[in-house]
């Protein structure tokens, strides 16, 4: 079963649904032959032959995604953070702002950050294609919710040593006008 999955966000994925079903057309996928589960959130377009789900419950979600042989992925960091623990071939595709699928390019961001890391990501059907007929199983050593912790850490350490310290910051001063 491949698990094909777009977040949940209010914006469509329609770009990824529609290279899905090229690949219907062209043969890379055939629903006849493996069971093709789609969670599309707010796409307006669905390929033909696939089982389609706006939203799944999340132990719907669970159940679909251990079951997977592979899964296509939006880019999100909670996908991206979940796919991080996942021992099976994946792919990412990035939404992206210049098709209105998302307010700003962070997920492009964050794939051109993890295809450093050898994550294979999908620019274009293409891609997809390929990944399609070699599927391979990345390991994400640096997943956005790693990140986060990490943050935190450094965050609160130096709040910590903030507090500790004896010397208060000088209060700002108003900056002075200098003609030039």
């Known amino acids: 079963m491949i698990l094909i999955t777009v977040g949940t966000e209010k914006f469509q994925f329609n770009r990824l649904m529609q290279w899905i079903d090229r690949l219907i057309t062209q043969g890379f996928l055939d629903p006849q032959k493996e069971e093709i589960v789609i969670q599309a959130g707010a796409c307006a377009f669905v ?5 389609s789900h706006q939203v799944l419950p999340a132990d719907q979600f669970q159940a679909l995604f251990e079951r997977a042989r592979l899964i296509i992925a939006h880019c999100g960091e909670g996908t991206v ?3 991080a623990g996942a021992d ?5 595709v990035p939404r ?20 450093r890391q050898n994550i294979p990501v999908a ?16 390991n994400i050593s640096l997943s ?18 903030r507090r500790g ?5 000088a209060a700002p001063t108003a900056p002075v006008y200098s003609p030039s």
């Open 47 to 51: 390929p033909q032959g696939a089982q």
């Open 81 to 83: 953070d979940l796919l």
């Open 88 to 92: 099976k071939p994946f792919i990412l």
């Open 96 to 115: 992206s702002k210049q098709f209105e699928e998302h307010v700003d390019d962070h997920q492009v961001e964050l794939a051109e950050s993890l295809a």
């Open 123 to 138: 620019y274009t059907p293409g891609d997809l294609a390929r990944f399609l007929l070699a599927p391979w199983t990345a």
């Open 144 to 161: 956005p919710k790693a990140c986060y912790a990490q943050a935190s850490r450094l965050l609160g350490a130096n709040i910590a040593q």
């Open 165 to 169: 310290s004896v010397s208060r910051p």
